[in-house]
Nanobody, 125 residues
Framework: QVQLVESGGGLVQAGGSLRLSCAAS????????MGWFRQAPGKERVFVAA????????MYADSVKGRFTISRDNAKNTVYLQMNSLKPDDTAVYYC??????????????????WGQGTQVTVSS
């Protein structure tokens, strides 16, 4: 079973940037589809971004397209989420998740196999 640990969250002013990291344990990480989700208080967990096992293809929610960039380094078993031009609406707990499926390309939280504990991102206006 792969375990995930997120880091890099914090408090930032609107317009600022943060980079989230998600460190994975397990030798099979490099073949897994990985995603980032977020959950604001009182709201459902929603898709933010995802990346295929090779890093060749990425997907983004419309709300973050052009501002956020997902990437991965399989040699370091790590997935990143670079967040630029942050807005107060980006405030949420951000979760990293993975699916043990080399050919998966979905965005539904229920379809992911394992999750990290989350990291808080707060954007002040």
């Amino acid at each position: 079973q792969v375990q995930l640990v997120e880091s890099g969250g914090g408090l930032v002013q609107a317009g600022g940037s943060l980079r989230l990291s998600c460190a994975a344990s397990g030798r099979t990480f490099s073949t897994h589809f990985m995603g980032w989700f977020r959950q604001a208080p009182g709201k459902e967990r929603v898709f933010v971004a995802a990346i295929t096992w090779s890093g060749a293809n990425t997907m983004y929610a419309d709300s973050v397209k052009g501002r956020f960039t997902i990437s991965r380094d399989n040699a370091k078993n790590t997935v990143y989420l670079q967040m630029n031009s942050l807005k107060p609406d980006d405030t949420a707990v951000y979760y990293c998740a993975g699916r043990n499926d080399k050919f998966y390309d979905g965005t539904l939280p229920a379809e992911y196999d394992y999750w990290g504990q989350g990291t808080q991102v707060t954007v002040s206006s």
